[in-house]
C-alpha cells in the first residue's frame, strides 16, 4: 500500500483498504498508482 502524504492521508489510506478486499490484484494496483498521482498533486 502507498504512504499517502497529503492532509487527505487517513481518507485515502481507509479507501485503498476497502478496495485491496473487493478488486482484482490488477484493479488494485491501479487505484494505488491513481490514488498516489493524486495525493502527490494535493
Request: with cysteine.
Amino acid at each position: 500500500m502507498s504512504e499517502f502524504k497529503s492532509i487527505l492521508w487517513t481518507e485515502l489510506t481507509d479507501f485503498l483498504s476497502f478496495r485491496k478486499a473487493v478488486l482484482s490484484k490488477s484493479g488494485y494496483a491501479h487505484d494505488c498508482q491513481y490514488l498516489t498521482t493524486f495525493d502527490n498533486y494535493l
